[in-house]
Protein backbone atom coordinates (compact mmCIF):
# COMPACT_ATOMS: atom_id res chain seq x y z
CA UNK A 1 0.00 0.00 0.00
CA UNK A 2 0.51 3.06 -0.34
CA UNK A 3 0.22 5.62 2.61
CA UNK A 4 1.03 9.69 3.56
CA UNK A 5 2.98 10.21 6.46
CA UNK A 6 2.67 14.23 7.81
CA UNK A 7 5.12 15.52 10.42
CA UNK A 8 5.56 19.22 11.83
CA UNK A 9 8.33 21.08 11.28
CA UNK A 10 11.17 22.95 13.61
CA UNK A 11 13.12 25.30 11.17
CA UNK A 12 15.06 28.04 12.87
CA UNK A 13 14.52 31.51 12.18
CA UNK A 14 17.02 31.30 8.94
CA UNK A 15 15.67 27.77 8.27
CA UNK A 16 12.20 29.28 8.03
CA UNK A 17 13.26 32.59 5.44
CA UNK A 18 15.29 29.76 3.56
CA UNK A 19 11.89 27.69 3.32
CA UNK A 20 9.78 30.76 2.34
CA UNK A 21 12.50 31.70 -0.61
CA UNK A 22 12.24 28.18 -1.69
CA UNK A 23 8.26 28.08 -2.40
CA UNK A 24 8.50 32.15 -3.62
CA UNK A 25 11.11 31.27 -6.12
CA UNK A 26 9.14 28.02 -7.23
CA UNK A 27 6.05 29.74 -7.79
CA UNK A 28 8.07 32.52 -9.79
CA UNK A 29 9.31 29.15 -11.99
CA UNK A 30 5.61 28.10 -11.92
CA UNK A 31 4.37 31.78 -13.29
CA UNK A 32 7.17 31.81 -15.70
CA UNK A 33 6.25 28.67 -17.10
CA UNK A 34 2.76 29.69 -17.93
CA UNK A 35 3.47 33.00 -19.00
CA UNK A 36 5.58 31.15 -21.57
CA UNK A 37 3.18 28.55 -22.73
CA UNK A 38 0.59 31.07 -23.01
CA UNK A 39 2.74 33.63 -24.80
CA UNK A 40 4.28 30.83 -27.61
CA UNK A 41 0.50 29.70 -27.86
CA UNK A 42 -0.97 33.03 -28.40
CA UNK A 43 2.04 34.42 -30.86
CA UNK A 44 2.88 31.20 -32.92
CA UNK A 45 0.47 28.44 -32.39
CA UNK A 46 2.74 26.60 -30.94
CA UNK A 47 1.90 24.07 -27.76
CA UNK A 48 4.97 24.14 -24.96
CA UNK A 49 5.26 21.04 -23.19
CA UNK A 50 6.81 19.68 -20.11
CA UNK A 51 9.89 18.01 -22.09
CA UNK A 52 10.70 21.38 -23.69
CA UNK A 53 10.77 23.59 -20.54
CA UNK A 54 12.46 20.99 -18.24
CA UNK A 55 15.37 21.18 -21.04
CA UNK A 56 15.26 24.94 -20.18
CA UNK A 57 16.04 24.44 -16.83
CA UNK A 58 19.55 24.01 -17.31
CA UNK A 59 20.11 27.57 -18.66
CA UNK A 60 17.71 29.32 -16.17
CA UNK A 61 19.50 27.67 -13.38
CA UNK A 62 23.16 28.55 -14.71
CA UNK A 63 21.74 32.38 -15.57
CA UNK A 64 20.59 32.96 -11.90
CA UNK A 65 22.71 30.90 -9.75
CA UNK A 66 21.54 32.65 -6.69
CA UNK A 67 18.28 32.56 -6.97
CA UNK A 68 16.59 29.37 -9.10
CA UNK A 69 20.11 27.77 -9.07
CA UNK A 70 20.26 27.24 -4.80
CA UNK A 71 17.30 24.47 -5.40
CA UNK A 72 17.02 20.79 -5.97
CA UNK A 73 16.74 20.12 -10.05
CA UNK A 74 14.37 17.28 -9.49
CA UNK A 75 12.04 19.82 -6.95
CA UNK A 76 11.42 22.04 -10.14
CA UNK A 77 11.07 19.49 -12.80
CA UNK A 78 8.46 18.60 -9.94
CA UNK A 79 7.08 21.69 -9.87
CA UNK A 80 6.89 21.96 -14.19
CA UNK A 81 4.99 18.39 -13.97
CA UNK A 82 2.46 20.59 -11.80
CA UNK A 83 1.81 23.03 -14.50
CA UNK A 84 1.77 20.15 -16.83
CA UNK A 85 -1.06 18.05 -14.67
CA UNK A 86 -3.28 21.41 -14.35
CA UNK A 87 -3.07 21.68 -18.36
CA UNK A 88 -4.11 18.09 -18.77
CA UNK A 89 -6.67 18.43 -16.67
CA UNK A 90 -8.50 21.69 -18.25
CA UNK A 91 -7.85 19.73 -21.88
CA UNK A 92 -10.31 17.38 -19.96
CA UNK A 93 -12.64 19.14 -18.80
CA UNK A 94 -12.70 20.97 -21.98
CA UNK A 95 -13.42 17.74 -23.80
CA UNK A 96 -15.86 16.58 -21.33
CA UNK A 97 -17.71 20.05 -21.89
CA UNK A 98 -17.41 20.94 -17.91
CA UNK A 99 -16.57 24.72 -16.98
CA UNK A 100 -12.80 24.77 -18.44
CA UNK A 101 -10.99 26.82 -15.87
CA UNK A 102 -7.54 27.92 -17.46
CA UNK A 103 -4.64 27.50 -15.64
CA UNK A 104 -3.78 30.42 -13.33
CA UNK A 105 -0.78 32.41 -12.10
CA UNK A 106 -0.50 31.81 -8.44
CA UNK A 107 -0.53 34.56 -6.46
CA UNK A 108 1.39 35.10 -2.81
CA UNK A 109 -0.51 32.83 -0.63
CA UNK A 110 -1.67 30.84 -3.20
CA UNK A 111 1.57 28.21 -3.38
CA UNK A 112 2.41 26.81 -0.80
CA UNK A 113 3.49 23.06 -1.47
CA UNK A 114 7.04 22.03 -3.36
CA UNK A 115 7.67 18.14 -3.80
CA UNK A 116 10.75 16.22 -4.34
CA UNK A 117 10.45 13.23 -6.08
CA UNK A 118 12.85 10.99 -4.99
CA UNK A 119 14.37 10.52 -1.32
CA UNK A 120 18.18 11.33 -2.17
CA UNK A 121 18.03 13.23 -4.93
CA UNK A 122 17.64 16.92 -3.19
CA UNK A 123 16.79 15.66 -0.41
CA UNK A 124 17.12 12.86 2.40
CA UNK A 125 14.63 11.86 4.94
CA UNK A 126 16.35 11.02 8.92
CA UNK A 127 19.50 12.74 7.81
CA UNK A 128 20.90 12.44 11.04
CA UNK A 129 20.35 8.79 12.06
CA UNK A 130 22.81 8.88 14.42
CA UNK A 131 21.34 11.68 16.72
CA UNK A 132 19.95 9.98 19.80
CA UNK A 133 16.47 12.13 20.31
CA UNK A 134 15.30 14.07 17.51
CA UNK A 135 14.66 13.41 13.64
CA UNK A 136 15.94 15.58 10.78
CA UNK A 137 15.21 16.22 7.07
CA UNK A 138 17.97 17.36 4.86
CA UNK A 139 16.76 20.17 2.18
CA UNK A 140 19.19 21.21 -0.26
CA UNK A 141 19.23 24.96 0.15
CA UNK A 142 17.63 25.12 3.62
CA UNK A 143 19.59 22.57 5.42
CA UNK A 144 19.19 19.77 7.96
CA UNK A 145 15.56 21.24 9.43
CA UNK A 146 14.11 19.32 12.62
CA UNK A 147 10.78 17.27 12.43
CA UNK A 148 8.62 16.93 15.15
CA UNK A 149 8.05 13.17 14.14
CA UNK A 150 5.20 12.04 16.52
CA UNK A 151 5.05 8.51 15.06
CA UNK A 152 7.05 5.69 13.18
CA UNK A 153 7.27 5.85 9.91
CA UNK A 154 6.54 2.83 7.81
CA UNK A 155 7.16 1.39 4.46
CA UNK A 156 9.75 2.87 1.39
CA UNK A 157 9.73 6.83 1.36
CA UNK A 158 9.35 7.81 -2.18
CA UNK A 159 8.66 11.20 -2.53
CA UNK A 160 9.52 14.47 0.09
CA UNK A 161 7.28 17.55 0.17
CA UNK A 162 6.32 20.62 2.07
CA UNK A 163 4.10 22.39 2.71
CA UNK A 164 3.22 25.48 4.31
CA UNK A 165 0.08 25.83 6.60
CA UNK A 166 0.03 29.67 7.82
CA UNK A 167 3.10 29.86 10.54
CA UNK A 168 3.66 26.06 10.42
CA UNK A 169 5.74 24.41 8.20
CA UNK A 170 5.17 20.40 7.57
CA UNK A 171 7.15 17.62 5.80
CA UNK A 172 5.03 15.18 3.91
CA UNK A 173 6.16 11.68 3.01
CA UNK A 174 4.72 9.66 0.34
CA UNK A 175 5.47 5.80 1.40
CA UNK A 176 5.45 2.39 -0.60
CA UNK A 177 5.49 -0.82 0.19
CA UNK A 178 3.61 0.21 3.47
CA UNK A 179 2.82 -2.78 5.81
CA UNK A 180 -1.03 -3.77 6.36
CA UNK A 181 -2.38 -3.89 9.72
CA UNK A 182 -5.46 -6.48 10.20
CA UNK A 183 -7.62 -6.22 12.85
CA UNK A 184 -9.14 -9.49 14.32
CA UNK A 185 -12.17 -10.43 13.05
CA UNK A 186 -15.52 -9.39 14.52
CA UNK A 187 -18.28 -10.72 12.13
CA UNK A 188 -19.90 -7.40 12.48
CA UNK A 189 -21.67 -5.67 9.53
CA UNK A 190 -23.00 -1.98 9.77
CA UNK A 191 -24.64 0.35 7.26
CA UNK A 192 -23.56 4.04 7.86
CA UNK A 193 -26.73 6.90 7.22
CA UNK A 194 -24.82 10.16 6.77
CA UNK A 195 -26.13 13.39 8.26
CA UNK A 196 -25.94 16.91 9.74
CA UNK A 197 -27.73 16.10 13.35
CA UNK A 198 -25.82 13.42 13.78
CA UNK A 199 -22.47 12.95 11.92
CA UNK A 200 -22.48 9.29 10.99
CA UNK A 201 -26.06 6.95 12.51
CA UNK A 202 -25.48 2.99 11.95
CA UNK A 203 -27.78 0.95 11.23
CA UNK A 204 -27.64 -0.85 14.66
CA UNK A 205 -28.98 2.70 15.90
CA UNK A 206 -25.66 4.16 17.21
CA UNK A 207 -25.50 8.37 16.81
CA UNK A 208 -21.83 9.21 16.26
CA UNK A 209 -21.96 13.04 17.05
CA UNK A 210 -21.78 16.14 14.77
CA UNK A 211 -19.08 18.35 16.58
CA UNK A 212 -20.16 21.00 14.36
CA UNK A 213 -16.46 22.69 14.58
CA UNK A 214 -16.97 25.73 12.43
CA UNK A 215 -20.10 26.68 14.47
CA UNK A 216 -18.44 26.94 17.54
CA UNK A 217 -16.19 29.54 15.86
CA UNK A 218 -18.19 31.22 14.05
CA UNK A 219 -18.00 34.07 16.35
CA UNK A 220 -14.63 34.63 16.90
CA UNK A 221 -13.92 34.02 13.06
CA UNK A 222 -16.64 36.55 12.10
CA UNK A 223 -14.86 39.13 14.14
CA UNK A 224 -11.83 38.40 12.59
CA UNK A 225 -13.04 38.86 9.02
CA UNK A 226 -14.58 41.91 10.20
CA UNK A 227 -11.15 43.42 11.21
CA UNK A 228 -9.67 42.07 8.46
CA UNK A 229 -12.36 43.78 6.09
CA UNK A 230 -11.21 46.98 7.78
CA UNK A 231 -7.71 46.58 7.05
CA UNK A 232 -5.93 48.79 4.39
CA UNK A 233 -4.52 46.72 1.56
CA UNK A 234 -0.78 45.77 1.34
CA UNK A 235 -0.15 47.12 4.91
CA UNK A 236 1.56 44.78 7.68
CA UNK A 237 -1.31 45.39 10.01
CA UNK A 238 -3.45 43.32 7.51
CA UNK A 239 -1.27 41.15 7.03
CA UNK A 240 -1.20 40.26 10.30
CA UNK A 241 -4.98 40.42 10.51
CA UNK A 242 -4.81 38.03 7.55
CA UNK A 243 -2.83 35.36 9.45
CA UNK A 244 -5.14 35.51 12.28
CA UNK A 245 -8.07 34.62 9.91
CA UNK A 246 -6.05 31.52 8.28
CA UNK A 247 -4.99 30.36 11.87
CA UNK A 248 -8.75 29.98 12.96
CA UNK A 249 -9.54 28.33 9.93
CA UNK A 250 -6.43 26.01 10.26
CA UNK A 251 -7.54 24.82 13.94
CA UNK A 252 -11.33 24.34 12.57
CA UNK A 253 -9.59 21.94 9.62
CA UNK A 254 -7.52 20.36 12.01
CA UNK A 255 -10.03 19.79 14.91
CA UNK A 256 -12.08 18.21 12.11
CA UNK A 257 -9.55 16.13 10.48
CA UNK A 258 -8.99 14.47 14.76
CA UNK A 259 -12.63 13.98 14.93
CA UNK A 260 -12.84 12.52 11.48
CA UNK A 261 -9.75 10.00 12.65
CA UNK A 262 -11.08 8.44 15.67
CA UNK A 263 -14.66 8.37 14.81
CA UNK A 264 -13.48 6.15 11.63
CA UNK A 265 -10.65 4.38 13.85
CA UNK A 266 -13.65 2.93 16.17
CA UNK A 267 -15.74 1.76 13.41
CA UNK A 268 -13.04 -0.17 11.93
CA UNK A 269 -12.21 -2.23 15.24
CA UNK A 270 -16.09 -2.78 15.85
CA UNK A 271 -17.30 -3.67 12.34
CA UNK A 272 -15.73 -6.18 9.39
CA UNK A 273 -17.95 -4.99 6.53
CA UNK A 274 -19.29 -1.23 6.49
CA UNK A 275 -21.54 0.19 4.18
CA UNK A 276 -21.96 3.57 3.46
CA UNK A 277 -23.81 6.65 0.68
CA UNK A 278 -21.79 6.88 -2.15
CA UNK A 279 -22.09 10.94 -1.83
CA UNK A 280 -21.51 13.54 -4.46
CA UNK A 281 -20.72 15.76 -2.33
CA UNK A 282 -19.83 18.55 -4.72
CA UNK A 283 -23.22 18.74 -6.21
CA UNK A 284 -24.75 18.34 -3.10
CA UNK A 285 -23.40 21.98 -2.05
CA UNK A 286 -23.49 23.92 -5.17
CA UNK A 287 -24.50 27.41 -5.22
CA UNK A 288 -27.53 28.20 -3.81
CA UNK A 289 -27.79 31.40 -5.58
CA UNK A 290 -27.91 29.92 -8.99
CA UNK A 291 -27.27 31.73 -12.47
CA UNK A 292 -29.17 34.85 -13.88
CA UNK A 293 -30.89 32.56 -16.66
CA UNK A 294 -31.80 29.72 -13.27
CA UNK A 295 -31.93 32.06 -9.96
CA UNK A 296 -31.64 29.41 -6.98
CA UNK A 297 -35.23 29.10 -4.69
CA UNK A 298 -34.67 29.41 -0.88
CA UNK A 299 -31.17 30.67 -1.15
CA UNK A 300 -31.15 31.47 2.61
CA UNK A 301 -32.19 27.76 3.77
CA UNK A 302 -29.67 26.07 1.06
CA UNK A 303 -26.65 28.36 2.54
CA UNK A 304 -27.59 26.98 5.14
CA UNK A 305 -27.72 23.42 4.37
CA UNK A 306 -24.28 23.39 2.53
CA UNK A 307 -22.56 25.11 5.27
CA UNK A 308 -23.64 22.69 7.60
CA UNK A 309 -22.82 19.68 5.05
CA UNK A 310 -19.29 20.92 4.55
CA UNK A 311 -19.10 21.58 8.31
CA UNK A 312 -19.85 18.32 9.03
CA UNK A 313 -16.81 16.86 6.76
CA UNK A 314 -18.43 13.95 5.10
CA UNK A 315 -15.57 13.76 2.34
CA UNK A 316 -12.73 14.02 5.20
CA UNK A 317 -14.26 11.40 7.16
CA UNK A 318 -15.17 8.59 3.96
CA UNK A 319 -11.39 9.24 2.86
CA UNK A 320 -10.09 8.75 6.57
CA UNK A 321 -12.22 5.74 6.77
CA UNK A 322 -11.28 4.73 3.24
CA UNK A 323 -7.77 3.59 3.86
CA UNK A 324 -8.17 2.42 7.50
CA UNK A 325 -10.34 -0.02 6.64
CA UNK A 326 -7.65 -0.98 4.16
CA UNK A 327 -5.34 -0.50 6.17
CA UNK A 328 -7.21 -3.22 8.45
CA UNK A 329 -8.48 -5.57 6.59
CA UNK A 330 -12.07 -4.51 6.40
CA UNK A 331 -14.79 -4.41 3.28
CA UNK A 332 -15.50 -0.94 2.45
CA UNK A 333 -18.64 -0.71 0.28
CA UNK A 334 -20.36 2.42 -1.24
CA UNK A 335 -24.21 2.26 -2.41
CA UNK A 336 -26.63 4.46 -3.97
CA UNK A 337 -27.90 6.57 -1.32
CA UNK A 338 -31.14 7.16 -3.78
CA UNK A 339 -34.77 6.53 -2.20
CA UNK A 340 -32.86 4.69 0.93
CA UNK A 341 -34.36 7.68 3.29
CA UNK A 342 -38.11 7.09 1.87
CA UNK A 343 -38.24 3.19 2.25
CA UNK A 344 -39.65 1.51 4.88
CA UNK A 345 -36.95 -1.21 5.97
CA UNK A 346 -39.67 -3.19 7.12
CA UNK A 347 -41.69 -4.05 4.02
CA UNK A 348 -39.94 -2.24 1.69
CA UNK A 349 -42.52 0.58 0.69
CA UNK A 350 -41.21 3.67 -0.80
CA UNK A 351 -42.94 6.70 -0.62
CA UNK A 352 -42.14 10.82 0.53
CA UNK A 353 -45.02 10.69 3.45
CA UNK A 354 -43.10 8.06 5.00
CA UNK A 355 -40.38 10.79 6.54
CA UNK A 356 -42.88 12.84 8.43
CA UNK A 357 -40.09 14.82 9.99
CA UNK A 358 -36.22 15.06 10.01
CA UNK A 359 -36.04 12.45 12.42
CA UNK A 360 -39.48 10.28 12.30
CA UNK A 361 -40.32 7.36 10.07
CA UNK A 362 -43.40 6.15 9.75
CA UNK A 363 -45.23 3.45 6.98
CA UNK A 364 -47.45 4.51 5.51
CA UNK A 365 -48.52 0.72 4.32
CA UNK A 366 -47.01 -1.27 7.16
CA UNK A 367 -46.85 1.19 10.28
CA UNK A 368 -43.49 0.40 10.98
CA UNK A 369 -41.99 3.26 13.10
CA UNK A 370 -38.30 4.16 13.91
CA UNK A 371 -35.75 6.87 13.48
CA UNK A 372 -35.66 7.98 10.00
CA UNK A 373 -31.49 7.81 9.92
CA UNK A 374 -31.45 4.44 11.58
CA UNK A 375 -33.88 3.15 9.03
CA UNK A 376 -31.95 4.81 6.44
CA UNK A 377 -28.75 2.80 7.19
CA UNK A 378 -30.63 -0.24 7.43
CA UNK A 379 -31.76 -0.01 3.94
CA UNK A 380 -27.86 1.19 2.64
CA UNK A 381 -26.76 -2.21 4.83
CA UNK A 382 -29.52 -4.53 2.64
CA UNK A 383 -28.22 -2.59 -0.36
CA UNK A 384 -24.59 -3.34 0.13
CA UNK A 385 -25.00 -7.20 0.74
CA UNK A 386 -26.87 -7.44 -2.21
CA UNK A 387 -23.78 -5.76 -4.15
CA UNK A 388 -21.66 -7.93 -2.49
CA UNK A 389 -24.04 -11.12 -3.19
CA UNK A 390 -23.88 -10.07 -6.47
CA UNK A 391 -20.15 -9.64 -7.03
CA UNK A 392 -19.40 -13.15 -5.35
CA UNK A 393 -21.95 -14.43 -8.30
CA UNK A 394 -20.22 -12.94 -11.01
Not at 313 to 342: D, H, M
Request: charged content about 25%.
Amino acid sequence: MRRSFKFLLRPTTKQAAALAACLEDHRTLYNAALEHRRTDYAKAGVSVRYGDQSAELKHIRSDDPGGQGRWSFSSQQATLRRLDRAFAAFFARVKARRTPGFPRFKGRGRFDAVEWPKDGDGCRWDSQPEHPSATFVRLQGVGHVRVHQHRPVRGRVKTIGVKREGNRWYVVLACDDVPAEPLPGTGAMVGLDMGVAALVTTSGGVHVANPRHLAATADRLAEAQRDLARGRRGSTRRRKKAERVAALHGKVRRQRIDYAHKAALALVRAYDVIVHEDLRIANMTRSASGTIEAPGRNVAQKSGLNRSILDAGWGVFLTVLAYKAESAGRELIAVNPAGTSRTCARCGHCAKDNRLTQAEFVCTACGHAAHADVNAATNILRAGLALRRAAEAA
